[in-house]
């Protein structure tokens, strides 16, 4: 049973709600997860060239393996990881997944559980709807969404920090200042779990 994490990052907010998340899925007996990472623009990586934050942040990521569509193909659960932008998914995961169509076309994905996390800049900046339109070409695929119940601890809250039932977000501040919260971490390997039992369920 092997579920992948799949993740763009760029300034380390999302890779550590992955982290999370892949630790997760790794706690279910019987489970083989996996980290990947979405392949970076060769424009990004020419604009960030000076940044050290961006720079020691792809180091921390250097030995994770690039997701391709053979990937998803094997896969048996994936969950997806897309810091906000405008509102929506990066246009890097953007590009990963609108490279399925031949999975699409053969009805790959169908029946397999997915979900989806996200960080954003502020604490209305998009978590949400990042999440939702994420899930929406996942369901042309025939993905099962997964999302996190209230029964989680610390869903129920009244700080600013994430945490959706649509799944694990974070606010990583205007600046990328901000760390994920611990409440945020426990949300994104809840999801990671629940995604990995589900897919236990389904194959058992």
Not at 163 to 175: D, E, L, Q
């Amino acid at each position: 049973m092997k579920v992948i994490t799949v993740f763009y990052s760029l300034y380390g907010h999302t890779f550590k709600l992955a982290q999370s998340v892949h630790n997760g899925a790794s706690s279910i007996q019987g489970v083989e997860s996996q980290l990947l990472k979405v392949e970076e623009f060769e424009s990004v990586l020419e604009r960030t060239a000076d940044s050290e934050h961006a720079k020691a942040v792809r180091d921390q990521q250097k030995e994770i393996p690039v997701c391709t569509v053979d990937d998803l193909r094997a896969a048996d659960a994936v969950i997806f990881g897309s810091p906000t932008r405008y509102g929506n998914m990066a246009a890097q995961m953007k590009q990963l997944i609108d490279s399925t169509a031949s999975l699409w076309l053969k009805g790959e994905m169908e029946g397999k559980p997915a979900g989806v996390f996200t960080s954003t800049a502020s604490t209305h900046g998009g978590q949400e709807t990042t999440l939702i339109t994420m899930m929406i070409p996942l369901i042309h695929l025939g993905m099962i969404m997964v999302g996190v119940p209230y029964s989680v601890q610390g869903m129920i809250h009244t700080e600013a920090r994430g945490g959706t039932p649509y799944g694990p977000s974070t606010i990583a501040g205007p600046k990328g200042e901000l760390a994920p919260l611990e409440g945020d971490l426990k949300i994104a390997e809840a999801l990671g779990k629940r995604v990995a039992e589900v897919a236990v369920k389904l194959r058992g």
